[in-house]
């Protein structure tokens, strides 16, 4: 993840794409593909589950209702994103 100066990514997404890092769903993807799938991932989820995005910013924290969504969007995501 990387920020373009004077180009901030909401909070939310942030979140979202360290998620996907931390708990494995990078991991089966090169490298040179990681700056569009977290492009894409942030297109996806702001237009199929927005909401998502929003409970993020409110809540501030992962509880386990939160962190089960997360995981349902980002697999959902691995299903339609072509490397």
């Not at 237009?47 to 209702?65: G, N, Q, S, V």
Request: net charge negative; charged share 35%.
């Amino acid at each position: 993840m990387k920020q373009g100066q004077y180009e901030p990514i909401p909070v939310g997404n942030q979140i979202l794409v360290i998620y996907a890092g931390v708990h494995g769903f990078l991991d089966a993807y090169p490298v040179d593909v990681l700056q569009r799938y977290e492009r894409d991932l942030y297109k996806f989820v702001e237009d199929k589950h927005p909401d998502i995005l929003a409970e993020i910013d409110k809540k501030k924290e992962l509880d386990d209702a939160l962190d089960e969504k997360i995981q349902k969007v980002l697999n959902e995501f691995a299903e339609v994103f072509v490397p």
